[in-house]
């Protein structure tokens, strides 16, 4: 009896694979998003072990998607990003459905990254009208705002005309903004938090989960669409003033800690007022929602999001290898 060899792919073998492109990464999602609406794609509730101090963490998220099972592994630890390394690093374990054998182990820091930003830039194409320009606020300076700033730049390349960017570190803000500005984007440093929210259409919520909610009602008047990348950044009236709560998951509003969560668990939304990413896609013309609604988008990782990724890079490694 014959046994497929176990494949390992770097991150190197990722990039090559060309699944991180924003065109197909975006791609990947949609169509996932599609397979979990009609039912053949589906997570399991993460597993979380705490080992120290807040933040510092490893996380199990198992999905299925078609005929593949996979579980993302992510460490994390908010210590290191004082020592100049990533604050979590994470792979993908992609198991054959049927018969249950380990296929591949895929280093997936990246497609954690790329994922998000291919989410949030779905979330823009189908909330957002992308016909006139837009600005942006960003809270975080860090590589998933940067990652989902330059996503939707390359496919709507005139859609982003200003970014205002705040970050506790200026340096890191200031890298960004200059960043941004080589892609021909206007942007520049915001003074305050409230600078880089205040009267922006869209704004993206990315720092490394705050301890006590800082956006409130009167900073988000006028703005059309909240992403939040990262946890508890939005007060309780935020969210409950708030027009339109959109997530990837309902299950996550039962034990997950982001703010449109909480809210739910308050009582202060309702939760069969959620709703979901995939159902919006197909058939949400967004020129025809009105003007001054405001939608707040849980951006929460699926762990399909991830096992869809690496294993579009691993087929691709086995197809090129004749396998």
Sequence with gaps: MSVSPLTVLSADDVRESGVLGPAVAVDLMRRTLAAKRAGSAFDSPLSTLAVGEPGHRFVAHPASLEDIVGVKWIGANPENLRHGRPRASA???????????????????????????????????????????????????????????????????????????????????????????????????????????????????????????????????????????????????????????VTTDRQLLSYDLSSTARAVRAGAVSADRIELLEDLIPDSPPGHRPERERIVFDLWGLGMFDVALAAAAWRRQERDHGR
């Design 91 to 245: 792979s993908v374990l992609l198991s054959d459905r049927q018969d249950g054998r380990s296929r591949a182990v895929v280093e997936a820091t990246s497609i954690s990254t790329v994922r998000t930003a291919a989410v949030g830039a779905l979330a823009i194409e189908s909330l957002v009208p992308t016909s006139a320009p837009v600005s942006l606020g960003v809270v975080g300076a860090g590589v998933s705002a940067q990652a989902l700033v330059e996503t939707v730049i390359a496919l709507h390349p005139t859609l982003v005309e200003t970014v205002a960017v705040f970050d506790v570190d200026e340096k890191a803000a200031d890298r960004l903004v200059q960043t941004l500005r080589g892609h021909g984007v206007g942007a520049n440093v915001a003074a305050s938090v409230e600078r880089a929210v205040v009267s922006h259409e869209i704004v993206v919520l990315a720092t490394s989960d705050a301890v006590t909610p800082y956006v409130t009602p009167e900073m988000v008047v006028g703005v059309r669409l909240v992403i939040g990348i990262s946890l508890n950044d939005l007060t309780e009236a935020a969210v409950r003033t708030s027009e339109r709560w």
